[in-house]
DNA sequence: GTCTATATCAGGATAGAC
DNA sequence: GTCTATCCTGATATAGAC
């Protein structure tokens, strides 16, 4: 069901199907699950755990932090297949229920507060200016990965969403040095626990 | 059909509910239609007609190139309701069948297209750094809106499509300045028609 | 717990009167 | 050209044997 949720979404994936490619009885699957709601809901949650690990422990991780901007956005994903949690928003059946689309939610609020926490770590280390907005370059980012699924899906060649990820990482880069200001001075309300000079 | 595609896409419309909606009997439908798939087609072609404008128009006219693509991000859109056009991607039914993809893939090769033309004038006059790829930064503007709307409907809240929109806007102005050269020199490899010195 | 067989209903399309 | 009535299939779920 996992499987199937990612290739054609929930409202488009049988029981039917979900039983042929499990080689499961149609009775099994409704021994343990009382439908199929319950059955995807189980698989998206299952999915969100298989891709934020990937995408939230890199930038946990130590280094430089524009490093591990354009690492996450230079992940290695598949364009043409679009992502397994993002998907879900365009089903019209998840996206009416909240209960499916808890987990959803909840997979982009801790991507989103992971790289907030990085990019200030950047702007501390005086790699991007100070007056950029963490949560808007965050949702930024987020929305560069799903809107490049969208692109590369429509003209069916990933090549857009190539393009717009490097975009947004050249973007960063070439509004990096904060013109005029001392990297390391100019401290912003937080303790400067992570800060970094650059040399 | 058009509003219906918009709002649940094609696989999830039922020839029922155009019935209902549009109050015409199930065979009149039928008389015009050969079948779902050619309603669809040509709903979503009217879909395309309808967005096109609105994006390409303005970014024609006259005006900063800058302004234009700070115009063109900031265009009111219902992010909870996602894109008419972009949507269509995510609808399994419709990424595998290219006579339905079509009218998808071109209406964002058009605006693509009449992106990429602001970002080079932008370019040309000193507006944003020469070293920047006019197709990636017109990626990314596209990959930004399809995105913003991902994450508003997995909020359920508007909000992370304003952010993204207003964070790459953002991006575009710091990274603005070439930080040495003369603006109005350098010249591309292309006629400068449309060159503009700033002050 | 798993299986096959079956029930129920909606999606998609057709028939044929008007 | 439009309508109502109807058909066929597959999606979702249940029954009940093993």
Same mark, same amino acid.
């Given at each position: ?93 998840? =996206? ?5 689309? /808890? %987990?959803?939610?909840? #997979?982009?609020?801790? &991507?989103?507060?992971? $790289?907030? *926490? ?12 100070a ?5 808007r370059?965050?949702?930024?980012l ?9 692109? =590369?899906?429509a003209?069916?060649?990933? /090549? %857009?969403?190539?393009? #717009?990820?490097a975009? &947004?990482?050249?973007? $960063?880069? *070439? ?6 200001a ?18």
């Open positions: 069901m996992s499987d199937l949720m990612w290739e054609k979404g929930y409202a488009a994936t049988s029981p039917r199907e979900v039983r042929d490619r499990s080689g499961v009885g149609q009775g099994s699957m409704y021994h343990h699950f009382p439908s199929k709601r319950e059955l995807a809901l189980a698989a998206l949650e299952r999915n969100c755990q298989d891709l934020l690990p990937g995408s939230i422990d890199p930038l946990s991780a130590p280094g430089d932090p524009l490093e591990k901007l354009a690492g996450h956005m230079s992940t290695p994903r598949d364009a043409l297949k679009g992502c397994k949690v993002g998907r879900m928003t365009q089903d019209p059946l998840v =996206a009416t229920d909240p209960g499916l689309l /808890a %987990p959803v939610t909840d #997979a982009f609020e801790k &991507v989103h507060t992971a $790289l907030v *926490a990085v990019i200030r770590e950047a702007i501390d280390a005086g790699e991007l200016p007056a950029l907005d963490p949560d370059i965050a949702s930024l987020q929305a560069t990965i799903q809107g490049g699924y969208v692109l =590369a899906i003209r069916q060649d990933r /090549a %857009p969403y190539d393009e #717009a990820v975009g &947004v990482v050249d973007l $960063l880069r *070439a509004a990096a040095p904060p013109p005029a001392a990297p390391a001075s100019a401290p912003t309300t937080s303790t400067p626990t992570h800060r970094k000079v650059r040399p």
